[in-house]
């Protein structure tokens, strides 16, 4: 079987307008031009050329049943979710979103023959009782938010549809992802992007998040690069059905501060912690993804320099011509 046969060919991305969502929805059009994508989200919204967009709720069961028989769906990709800091501020929105959303994907995806689902868990499935440096991929997992009790309660539900019903879902814990074209939207680690943003228009930037935090982070290429190579993925490589430690780099406000200096070296920052401190300081400040790099390949190309140089020079560009 060549690559491209590998590559299903009617996919459906939902939460397609996402900080993912909408850089996956060209990595897959780039994988395989004759499938057809249909990309969807809450609001009606684009779709790369080559693709179809539909408005859906997740939440919207008898919607997604439609799409998925209409279109006759091989492959999903299921991004909607509410992150770490809203979801704070509205937990029980959080939780059926991020539940009720995944267990129709999933309950629809058994019953109608759905090939291959992917989903993502998070660094905010780990709580205060995993170890902080090294986080191994099978740890104590506590977590304090929504977001991150959804993450793990999905990660079990995900591994359950797969040993009880033979569904072929696959999961991997993402970090932070740092993006230039699509922002992310109510995370805890959203600070690291829009300092980028924040550098550029004026010049500093007041980090709501203490100097000396430490997170897991990852640029988006490799984010939606380790997305696509999982589920290419032989299936009987993968002894994770939970879903699978993945990282690039850990950084702190302070030293992704001194690599921007670096570059532009009138750029100040300034520190006011505010609620999101306390989400962060209950995640793990490294993460140990051994098993991804044994079972499937996984390595992640871009460091902390490479990722300051790449967000730097296409925000800037974009800033020229939007
Ligand atoms: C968040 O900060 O909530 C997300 C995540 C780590 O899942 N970026």
Request: hydrophobic letters at 40%; one cysteine or more.
């Amino acid at each position: 079987m060549n690559n491209l046969q590998k590559v299903p060919s009617v996919a459906l991305i939902i939460g397609s307008s996402g900080q993912l969502g909408s850089e996956l929805a060209s990595a897959l059009l780039k994988e395989r031009p004759d499938q057809t994508l249909i990309c969807s989200d809450l609001h009606q919204g684009t779709a790369p050329d080559g693709a179809l967009f539909e408005a859906l709720d997740v939440l919207n069961k008898p919607r997604l049943e439609d799409m998925i028989k209409r279109y006759g769906i091989q492959e999903i990709y299921h991004l909607a979710a509410m992150l770490s800091a809203k979801g704070e501020q509205k937990p029980e929105m959080a939780w059926r979103l991020n539940m009720e959303g995944l267990l129709n994907v999933l309950d629809l995806s058994v019953k109608h023959g759905v090939g291959r689902v992917f989903w993502p868990s998070s660094i905010a499935a780990f709580g205060p009782g995993t170890p902080r440096d090294l986080v191994p991929q099978w740890p104590v997992m506590d977590p304090r938010t929504v977001y991150g009790i959804s993450k793990l309660s999905g990660e079990l539900w995900c591994q359950y549809y797969f040993q009880r019903f033979g569904l072929d879902v696959r999961s991997l814990r993402y970090p932070g992802i740092i993006s230039w074209r699509t922002p992310p939207g109510g995370g805890t680690t959203d600070y690291a992007v829009e300092i980028f943003h924040e550098a550029l228009r004026t010049g500093a930037y007041t980090s709501f998040l203490q100097a000396h935090t430490r997170l897991p982070m990852m640029f988006i290429d490799d984010a939606v690069r380790a997305t696509l190579e999982l589920m290419r993925a032989d299936g009987e490589r993968l002894s994770v059905r939970t879903s699978y430690n993945i990282t690039a780099m850990s950084f702190t406000p302070s030293e992704l501060a001194e690599a921007i200096q670096s570059r532009l070296p009138d750029f100040q920052i300034d520190y006011c912690a505010d609620f999101r401190q306390a989400i962060a300081d209950t995640w793990p400040a490294v993460i140990d993804d051994q098993v991804a790099r044994l079972d499937w390949g996984w390595h992640h190309r871009y460091d902390l320099n490479a990722l300051v140089d790449e967000m730097l020079t296409n925000l800037a560009a974009a800033s020229v011509n939007p």
